[in-house]
């Protein structure tokens, strides 16, 4: 069987991308960065760290399916990440990339509270 990520070719960012998370995470997450995991909700997904490439696709899909997944009164914040020294690979889906590898707190240059 052929892994989505052996098929996916590595890019050259324009340095940033944008990261979701629930703002109950963002303590962990300032002390250990991002680890690849698999949401609970999308099984089917390959483990790793999936970021938007813009931020409007950020925004858009907030208020389309990714805002949908929770409750109401979950709160967020919307992480830039420096991607610059990162290896990250372009996904089937345009408006997505993924490192299968954790990223340094230190690649967390802006937190937007949603």
Known sequence: MIKLKDILMEIKSDDVAYHFTKLSNLDSIKRDGLKPSIPSDMPTEEEGVYLFKTKEGAEEAFENWYGERYAEDVEF?????????????????DYEYVSYEPIPPSNIINVEYI
């Open 77 to 93: 914040v919307l992480l830039t990440v420096d991607i610059s020294n990162l290896r990250v690979f372009s996904t089937l889906a």
